[in-house]
């Protein structure tokens, strides 16, 4: 089965500076990769995807890369906020029959004022 | 619109007790659905899907089980309650548009 594998578990940044992380997945059949970001106590909410047709998407301060050759594909947000301070996770699929995600062990960012 | 349901939010149990977690979708049909488990401080882990009527998988064994008795109904039982499997259960649903997952606000669950 897929093996998603996320870094770093933790990260602080200042406001206003950038967030990376990086995801590396297992199974080259996989090919829909969506970010999810969990506030503290309530529920994961899709904030950005990306499929395997495409290399790079953009959604305002938030991008997603991806490497099909390498297996890895990263989240990226820019002039970081109070407000993204969150778990991050990042999933993968084969986005065919049940398309089951496979997900991260996550990333607690933190964003300091 | 399309909305999930998920009840109750909160549970206490005792070991060895029986468990029965709900979700339930409105304004879609023959949605696929999943039954995810967060331990504390961990990521989220698959335990059932299910894409239609009758039809379940399991990702892991262990002494949950889950059942669809109807389209839009996704349960996730258990008969006798182990210390581990407290944890945040998860139900999530996904479009056959391939809009991404949405996931139910989450059961929490403590055995004691």
């Known amino acids: 089965g897929e093996n998603v594998e996320q870094h770093p578990s933790t990260l602080s940044v200042q406001e206003g500076d950038s967030a990376v992380i990086k995801c590396t997945y297992s199974?080259?059949?996989?090919?829909?990769f969506p970010w999810y970001k969990q506030e503290l106590g309530k529920r994961p909410q899709l904030i950005i995807d990306?499929?395997?047709?495409?290399g790079e998407k953009k959604d305002q301060r938030i991008a997603v890369t991806l490497n099909k050759t390498a297996k890895h594909f990263s989240l990226h947000i820019t002039e970081t906020q109070p407000e993204d301070s969150a778990v991050y996770f990042c999933?993968?699929?084969?986005?065919?029959?049940?398309?089951?995600?496979?997900f991260g062990t996550g990333t607690r960012l933190t964003v300091i004022p | 619109s399309q909305t999930i349901h998920q009840w109750p939010a909160t549970l206490v149990q005792p070991v060895g007790s029986p468990l029965s977690l709900e979700c339930t979708v409105e304004?879609?049909?023959?949605?696929?659905l999943y039954w995810y488990r967060q331990a504390a401080g961990r990521g989220l882990q698959l335990l059932f899907y299910?894409?239609?009527?009758?039809?379940i998988s399991s990702e892991v064994p262990q002494n949950l089980s889950a059942s669809r008795p109807q389209d839009r109904q996704f349960i996730l039982s258990s008969k006798k309650l182990l210390l581990s499997d407290s944890g945040f259960y998860l139900c999530?649903?996904?479009?056959?548009?391939?809009?991404?997952?949405?996931f139910g606000s989450g059961t929490r669950l403590t055995v004691v």
């Open positions: 299910s894409v239609g009527i009758g039809q």
């Open positions: 199974d080259s059949a996989s090919n829909y």
């Open positions: 999933a993968a699929s084969q986005e065919t029959g049940a398309n089951n995600l496979f």
């Open positions: 990306i499929r395997s047709n495409v």
């Open positions: 304004g879609t049909s023959n949605p696929n």
């Open positions: 999530a649903w996904e479009n056959r548009e391939r809009n991404g997952y949405t």
